[in-house]
Structures are given as C-alpha cells and as structure tokens.
Nanobody, 124 residues
Framework: QVQLVESGGGLVQAGGSLRLSCAASGRTFSSYTIGWFRQAPGKEREFVAAISWSGSSTDYADSVKGRFTISRDNAKNTVYLQMNSLKPEDTAVYYC?????????????????WGQGTQVTVSS
C-alpha cells in the first residue's frame, strides 16, 4: 500500500509555470507507477501524465504534451509534474495516483491509490 500527498498548487497567470509534487510513504515507492489526473469544475476527471516505476516510460495527454513534464526521484519518494506555458483551461484539481505495484496505465480505473488533490488556478 502507498499513501500519496500532493503539493505545489496555486494561482498563476496564463503563460506561467508551476511544479507539483507527489510525495509517497513507504519503502516500496520505486515499484509504483505514478500518474497525474485532473478534474475541472463540472467535468470528468482526466488523465494528464504517467511515469513508470523506473522512470523509463512516460505518457502524456495530448492537451499537455510539450508543456508538462513528469519526473521522479525514487530516493526522495517523490514524483514531480512541471507545468509550463499554463493556460486557463489547465485550471483544475490535480491528483496523483498509483496502481498496484509493477502495473502501468493511463486510465483512471487502472489506479487504486489516490492523493487528496491540489488546486491549480490559471488566470487569463
């Protein structure tokens, strides 16, 4: 089991940057894929990015490709989401999540463990 805590959200102007962090508990962090999802008001939660347990595989939603970068530091039990060139449509609550150990996926139902979310607001 893994527990996840997001941080780094906030208010930023369009074109600005934020870096979200997902800190995990436990000694088995390096065996978990970590994904980022987001949910805007009135919308379904959607996939943003994922990184495999070793960091060798990553995936991004088309809407964030070239602007967002996911990375991980297994020594710090932390995954990062660097968000550049932010747009008002990126406004959402951002969640990090993990599936079962050694699993990889980009769909919400692939993921079992979820953080509480962090709010990102991009003003125009």
């Amino acid at each position: 089991q893994v527990q996840l805590v997001e941080s780094g959200g906030g208010l930023v102007q369009a074109g600005g940057s934020l870096r979200l962090s997902c800190a995990a508990s436990g000694r088995t962090f390096s065996s978990y894929t970590i994904g980022w999802f987001r949910q805007a008001p009135g919308k379904e939660r959607e996939f943003v990015a994922a990184i495999s347990w070793s960091g060798s595989s990553t995936d991004y939603a088309d809407s964030v490709k070239g602007r967002f970068t996911i990375s991980r530091d297994n020594a710090k039990n932390t995954v990062y989401l660097q968000m550049n060139s932010l747009k008002p449509e990126d406004t959402a609550v951002y969640y990090c999540a993990a599936p079962e150990r050694w699993k990889y996926g980009t769909r919400e139902f692939d993921y079992k463990y979820w953080g509480q979310g962090t709010q990102v607001t991009v003003s125009s």
